[in-house]
Antibody
Framework: EVQLVESGGGLVQPGGSLRLCCAASGFTFSSAGMTWVRQAPGKGLEWVASIKQRGSDKNYVDSVKGRFTISRDDAKDSLYLQMDSLRAEDTALYYC?????????WGQGTMVTVSS | DIQMTQSPSTLSASVGDRVTITCRASQSISTWLAWYQQKPGTAPKLLIYKASSLESGVPSRFSGSGSGTEFTLTISSLQPDDFATYYCHQFNNYPWTFGQGTKVEIK
């Protein structure tokens, strides 16, 4: 059974940093593209970033370019999102999901709140 | 960026109804489109990928069609478990984008 477990969310002040982690199991992680999607409270889904196998290609939504970095550690079956210079508008539930195109499996999400 | 516009935003329907949700792309995306279902407090669930391919384990009452700029998700006979919000998602051009969602409510 595929499992994705996100962690690392929390309350952070504007301008601060957080590192999200997604621990994967139940599939061959190194063969999968992976994605972060976020959902602001009461709002719709927003694609944030994707990374292909072996980290060969990374893509970001414009609003996070230069502030967020997606990465992976295939030895640890883990996906990461380093978030710097956080803004109030980054407040959301962050999901990791399998696939760099459509997303067949999702974690339960980790909440990031940016507030002073 | 490619804009994805869903209609309607809210849909009231009864169990057994045939339901159709439309998603329009601001430019052609071929068949690079997926549909997801989301219930309150839970993660989205993939229903359809590449416009018309049914994800494994998804009931056959769900179907997708379309290509280019216009797509539809159809539920042939609405069941109590289907009351949820549905999102389309294009993956033809970065940045990937989602529609704003269609909430299917009980009539």
């Amino acid at each position: 059974e595929v499992q994705l477990v996100e962690s690392g969310g929390g309350l952070v002040q504007p301008g601060g940093s957080l590192r999200l982690c997604c621990a994967a199991s139940g599939f061959t992680f190194s063969s999968a593209g992976m994605t972060w999607v976020r959902q602001a409270p009461g709002k719709g889904l927003e694609w944030v970033a994707s990374i292909k196998q072996r980290g060969s290609d990374k893509n970001y939504v414009d609003s996070v370019k230069g502030r967020f970095t997606i990465s992976r550690d295939d030895a640890k079956d883990s996906l990461y999102l380093q978030m710097d210079s956080l803004r109030a508008e980054d407040t959301a539930l962050y999901y990791c999901a399998t696939g760099s195109m459509w997303h067949g499996n999702w974690g339960q999400g980790t909440m990031v709140t940016v507030s002073s | 960026d490619i804009q994805m516009t869903q209609s309607p935003s809210t849909l009231s329907a009864s169990v057994g109804d045939r339901v159709t949700i439309t998603c329009r792309a601001s430019q052609s995306i071929s068949t690079w489109l997926a549909w997801y279902q989301q219930k309150p407090g839970t993660a989205p669930k993939l229903l359809i990928y590449k416009a018309s391919s049914l994800e494994s384990g998804v009931p056959s009452r769900f179907s997708g069609s379309g290509s280019g700029t216009e797509f539809t998700l159809t539920i042939s006979s609405l069941q109590p478990d289907d009351f949820a919000t549905y999102y389309c998602h294009q993956f033809n051009n970065y940045p990937w984008t989602f529609g704003q969602g269609t909430k299917v409510e009980i009539k």
